[in-house]
């Protein structure tokens, strides 16, 4: 069983396993690049696969076949991201919010104390509180709001989780909680001050984390670490790129997770120190007859079978196996750097 009192203080780097599995790898290839932990999405297991079904099946890991840690977030960013934007047919409320499902258009509620029991349903070891997640460009009153709803909604969590399960104590998982604020240094800190003296296993930088030149947030990411306790999980949520997780993480964090990786792999973007500024295009013509491996320090079976021509060849021409190894590849040069980390 996963100790993650343990992986707490450790440097992870969780790939995203939306409805259960990392596109395009196995379990077994997964566990092979030393990745320790995963992110699932709440709101698509719920939707596509159903908790009640899941929990008969014994859980998410055991579906999986997965040993490692599973972290499941609430599902706010992706409902409430989607229904300010007007994507998806709904409402936020003052309970949570009410959404209808563009795919089969069936209707559901997630509330802090839904949020809880689908996650418990699934199986996760680490949870995720419900939090009011808005666009990155909001008014002062709005995001007031937003931080407001955000901490009501994490006592709202904490008190289900320790009734109904008997918290972190009984249950053995997890419970974290998103710090809210967009851009306004005030109201970040105050929030996670406020989700301090509730009390959680950890405090997560939850928005947006880069700004409109694409820049981190740095700023509104150290007010969250300065006001939230010691020795608890500090989870910057969405950051991927490699200088800004080493950016964070020289302020304070440890877990990190991007969609990017593995999406990148796929599409012909791997991360390589032999280049200027880690990213190599392997879709360019000029890797066509490059016989070198992708990364000369990097140890994985790709690697140290495989040439930049080969993974080329494959992607140009739509191969699946090429996408499986340039995953591969991604997720063990992220495992490396969270090693480098210290």
């Known amino acids: 069983m996963v100790d993650i009192k343990q992986l707490t203080n450790e440097n992870l780097f969780l790939p995203d396993a ?14 092979e690049t030393g990745i320790k932990a995963l992110v699932t999405n ?17 859980g998410i890991k055991k579906l999986m076949n997965w040993e490692g840690m599973v972290l499941t977030d609430s599902g706010g960013f992706q409902v409430f991201s989607l229904i300010h934007s007007g994507k998806w047919k709904g409402e936020v409320h003052e309970d949570g919010a009410i959404f209808k499902s563009p795919k089969e258009g069936n209707t559901y509620e997630l509330t802090p104390e839904s949020a809880i029991d689908i996650q418990m349903k699934i199986g996760s070891d680490v949870m995720v509180c419900l939090d009011d997640c808005r666009k990155t460009n909001l008014t002062r009153k709005e995001a007031e709001i937003s931080v407001e709803r955000t901490v009501k909604w ?7 989780f320790e009734k109904e399960y008997g918290g972190t104590k009984e249950s053995g998982r997890f ?21 301090s003296g ?11 984390v880069v700004n409109e030149d694409g820049e981190l947030v740095l700023d509104e990411m150290i007010a969250v670490i300065e ?3 010691e020795e608890t999980i500090k989870y910057a949520m969405g950051v991927g790129k490699p200088e800004d997780i ?3 993480a020289s302020v304070g964090y440890k877990w990190f997770d991007t969609v990017l990786v593995t999406r990148n792999a796929r599409h012909g973007t791997l991360y390589s120190s032999d280049v200027k500024g880690e990213v190599m295009r392997i879709t360019n013509a000029k890797y066509s007859n490059d016989l070198r491996p992708i990364d000369s320090q990097c140890d994985c079976e790709v690697c140290q079978n495989h040439t930049r021509a080969y993974i080329h060849h494959l992607l140009k021409i739509g191969e699946a196996t ?14 490396r750097l969270m090693r480098d980390l210290g």
């Open 175 to 195: 419970l974290t909680c998103v710090v809210q604020g967009a851009n306004f240094l005030d109201l970040r800190a105050s929030c996670a001050k406020d989700l």
């Open 18 to 31: 939306t409805r259960g599995a990392v596109r395009f790898v196995t379990t077994k290839q997964l566990e």
């Open 246 to 248: 080493r950016k964070a």
């Open 322 to 335: 090429g996408m499986t190894l340039a995953s591969i590849h991604n997720l063990r040069y992220y495992h």
């Open 198 to 208: 509730i009390g959680f296993d950890g405090y997560n930088f939850g928005g947006f």
């Open 154 to 160: 994490a006592q709202r969590c904490k008190n289900h």
């Open 42 to 58: 709440t709101l698509h297991l719920l939707i596509h696969y159903g908790a009640d079904h899941i929990a008969d099946l014994g």
């Open 227 to 229: 006001n939230t306790p």
